[in-house]
């Protein structure tokens, strides 16, 4: 019923949209040509009448025509991206025709290109915050990316993507400038088209594989990404700007002969990596070795030695080549996709129409992703003061998860040995008869079923009315909605003869609806002051509810529905939630002679997620700009072609918590003295409010040599405080905790950009280079110890005061004994208090005295302190783009240095041979004769979390490449077509890297946008590799 009621909402907004269209008597008509300075015709130039609705859009051959202008004098501007605006100043008369022609310069900074800001549009040239433009020709670029985060990476400088894993549809954690939070959601804030959406993973996250609810947005339909870094851009958005805010601007039509689109691409999908493990030959040799030093003969042919499954079976599998399990559970994928628009109009209505289908099988046996999107966007002059448009994106997708990490399938096999068989003698399932072994991979994989289905759209209405030349007035009604269903369904487990098969059906809605409405005013005064100000209102309300049916035991594993169940066998959940949002904003742009910039804006937002006594806030934020290269004494240099220097100081908040955490809770079932009954959980807190950050920013721009060479540099610094943190308060209570706001983190860093055009006659070639710096620190913690924030077991990521969020807590590795000894025993204190024989080969530590202690110290754990860093030191990425006659190369390297992995299987698939699979590195273990300093002697080994396993995960990853060809205008016109290219390219394809891990491009498989995602995200367990494509495909336009 809502879907129903929301598409007749649907269309009766695209009606509304084409119902006001109008015709006019002739009047005075303009015609011409627009050229470039080799006086090529430039088709898709927009011509328009300056401060006015009335424009229209060049052919192919340059000319264009505007009709229905009345006498008077105008300002006819032609512009086009790459291009500096051409402005021409003229008179006509009632019923005169006259011809300008235009002649458009390159714009080498790309200062004429429009900026999209919160609530408006800017030139490059007047902006005074730090944003950062990706273009759709960018997104083109990346052949085979899933989803237009991942195209982002490496483009931005300052802005750290991590994809989970390369399971199609997987999630994305994106950190702009750091992290800025500890238990509140770190993830920017997304507006597409004006409208900010539901983001992150709605769905249960069953089988450790969750899902990224944008990776449905399709890319092709973008025409920019804007990413607002700093407060004087992200402030607009009030308390949900501290993180950073990504817009995401669609495709529009333009204004003339209609052009068709057309793509299709199809190539394979694999593992960009594959761990390395031990054959069935070497593991059962690494046995013998063992038993070997303990003096022990060899091992008799009927010894069980993994459930029922005898050391005689064993060693003939591996005669026969053992088990790749591995293997077993990858493929060589595939993805196909299409793609079709049309768009073009006249000067009365303009429209874009696209439609894509895209299916990925990807490289993990069983995960199958396809989705089905389209979009209509449409604009009409309904009058010569009023214009209507409708933006609506539609999107369905059918995500088939497999078990993942520790969960099972790719995680188990990274765990069982490789001399137990897929199958029995009699074709069922091999698996141990005792629990507590690692399950059969193969058999995860074909009896476990999740299937997430998911319909979304994304759309919304607008009327823009002009008062006259300096009034606008913008009123627009979005609505996001994501409906999602998850059926899961796993067979009884065959090494658990008590286990039974079960089944769970999740369905969750969420409708988040937005209304803005603003005025904006510009004027200009004497040609010498600029004034724009904008004032306006957004009211924004979401909603989500769930609920879910779980069965079990049923008749047979036929029945894979919980209604199938047995009635008391059968359990339900529902819930509900919700939030409000009520804003006001005022914006202030000012110019003095073109080169004096300055901007002022102001929000004020009230939530529902807030206690009563703080459920308003301000978030003011202020910026300038000098173009000291407009100066006379700057004007003419050789060298210097523009200098720009701009700073701003601001307020942002950040709102991404729970709905009603500052509510009290009650348990129904609470027991007391042998009774039930309802009872406080949670301790309610009034004065709970958003984290506030405020921030600085400063930067230059430059550009030499004609602008050839051009780039930033950029400064800044961020302090959030008001953290939200549960604080322990006096037992008499009745509590041990309460959430506050009262935490405060640094991050600071520097951003430099580049770019250059090395060669530019026949043979050309463009540089583009970006590379961040950013330092995260946390100021306070109202006393917590480092395990408050524990996200895992003792050793994984933790937060301690003078350290980065999800700082790493171990206990450094002392190398290994290389001779029988008897060694004191220390306390915290240094003191000895007694001795312990330790065996030459057994691993050795520190403690927090520099003394070396053994892990059966009863103090071992509390001897951790912080080691390695989550955070990168630098990251950045660097473009090169060839192209000679019609033939292009692009290529982007990404990089990451100087940030640590703690890989948690690693402690046990090296050393503990007699529970899981082995990694080569186990051979170099401790004997008499190769005494290694680095692994443990084979059975003097307890695998324990220490800095041992820490590892460096710097990178260098060619990210995306794409070869292409264009065919001659001539061959096209023999085609009947307007442009054709072919290419080849690709994702991911070679990864530069010390990790001796599956990927270093690793994340924990929680929730990204969590306490856990920004605590633990850098200690993966049993980790999935990310996704290498290899892409063909072609494009058209008629």
Known sequence: MIMKNFMKRIFSFILIGLMYISSYAQKATLSGIVTDEKNQPMGFVSVIVKTTTIGTTTNINGEYAIGNLGAGTYTIVANMMGYLKSEQKLTLLEHEKKEVNFVMKEDVLLLNQVVVVGYGVKEKREVTGSIETIKAKDLTQSS?????????????????????????????????????????????????????????????????????????LNQNDIESIEVLKDAASAAIYGSRGANGVI??????????????????????????????????????????????????GPEPANTPIYGSWTRGQADSLAELGGTDWIDKTLQLGNQQQASVSASGGNDKTIFYAGGTYFKEK??????????????????????????????????????????????????????????????????????????????????????????????????????????????????????????QNEDQFDFRNVQDATSVSSAWNRHTDVINWTTNNFFTYEKEINALHDF??????????????GVGLNGWDFPNDFYTTPNAADASNKTGYYYETGSAFISNFFRLNYKLKNKYIAAFSIRNDGSSRFGENNRYGWFPAISTAWIASDENFLEHSKILSYLKLRGSFGYTGNANIGDFAYLGVYYPNHGYAGNTGIAPGVLPNPNLSWEKSKQLDLTVEWGVLKNRISGTATYYFKRTSDMLLNVSIPSSSGFSSILENVGKMNNHGYEFTLVSRNLTGKFKWTTDFNISFNRNKVIDLAGLPPDA??????????????????????????GIQQHDETMNVYDLNGNITGTEFVHAGQDLFYDINGNIITSN?????DNRVPCGNPMPKFLGGITNTFSYKNIELNFLFS?????????????????????????????????????????????????????????????????????SYMFSEKLCKKLKLTTCKIYIGGTNI??????????????RNVDPNSQQGNVSFAGPSLQTPQAKTLICGIRLTL
């Not at 724009?532 to 509810?545: D, E, F, M, P, W």
């Not at 110290?857 to 754990?861: K, L, Q, R, S």
């Open 362 to 483: 990807g490289f993990l046996k069983g995960n199958d992703y396809e989705k089905i999107n389209g979009r209509i966007n449409l604009e009409n002059n309904a009058t010569d003061k009023l214009k209507l448009g409708v933006n609506m994106g539609l999107a369905f997708s059918n995500n088939k998860r497999i078990p993942i990490g520790d969960a099972g399938g790719l995680g188990d096999a990274q765990r069982m040995f490789p001399y137990l068989p897929v199958y029995n003698a009699d074709g069922s399932y091999f698996s141990p008869t005792k629990q507590g072994y690692p399950s059969n991979p193969v058999w995860e994989l074909d009896t476990k079923k999740y299937i997430v289905k998911s319909f979304r759209t994304i759309s919304n209405v607008f009327a823009d009315y002009t008062f006259n030349n300096s009034l606008k007035f913008r009123s627009e009604f979005g609505i996001d909605v994501l409906d």
């Open 857 to 861: 110290n009863p103090n071992f754990y």
């Open 789 to 814: 924030f524990e996200s895992g077991e003792p050793g994984e990521g933790r937060v301690m005061v003078g350290e980065p969020v999800g700082q790493a807590y171990l206990v450094p590795f002392a």
């Open 144 to 216: 085979g990316s899933g989803s237009f985060e991942q195209v982002m990476q490496g483009r931005a400088s300052g802005v750290q993507i991590i994809t989970a894993n390369g399971v199609a549809g997987a999630p994305v954690k994106i950190n702009i400038r750091g992290t800025s939070s500890i238990s509140a959601g770190s993830e920017p804030l997304y507006v597409i088209d004006g409208i900010p959406v539901t983001s992150g993973d709605y769905s249960s996250g069953a089988l450790g594989s969750g899902t990224n609810a944008l990776s449905d």
């Open 990 to 1003: 070679l990864t530069f890297t010390k990790y001796p891990g599956w990927d270093p491009e690793a994340m």
């Open 895 to 963: 990089f990451v240095y100087g940030n640590t992995i703690y890989d948690d299987p690693a402690k046990q698939q090296i050393g503990a041979w007699k529970q899981i699979a082995q990694r080569p590195e186990v051979l170099d273990a401790w004997t008499s004769v190769n005494q290694s300093n680095k692994v443990p002697a084979l059975n003097y080994y307890t695998p324990t979390n220490s800095n041992r396993f820490l590892y460096d995960a710097s990178y260098i990853r060619l990210r995306s490449i794409t070869l």
């Open 247 to 296: 817009i995401v601007t669609t495709k529009k039509g333009k204004a003339g002969k209609t052009k068709f689109d057309a793509s299709i691409s199809s190539g394979i999908v694999k593992e960009t990596n594959r761990l390395k493990l031990l054959s069935a030959t070497e593991m059962l040799s690494l046995r013998d070795r063992a038993r070997a030093e303990m003096g022990m």
């Open 532 to 545: 724009t100000a904008t004032l306006g209102n957004s009211i924004q309300k979401s909603h989500t509810n």
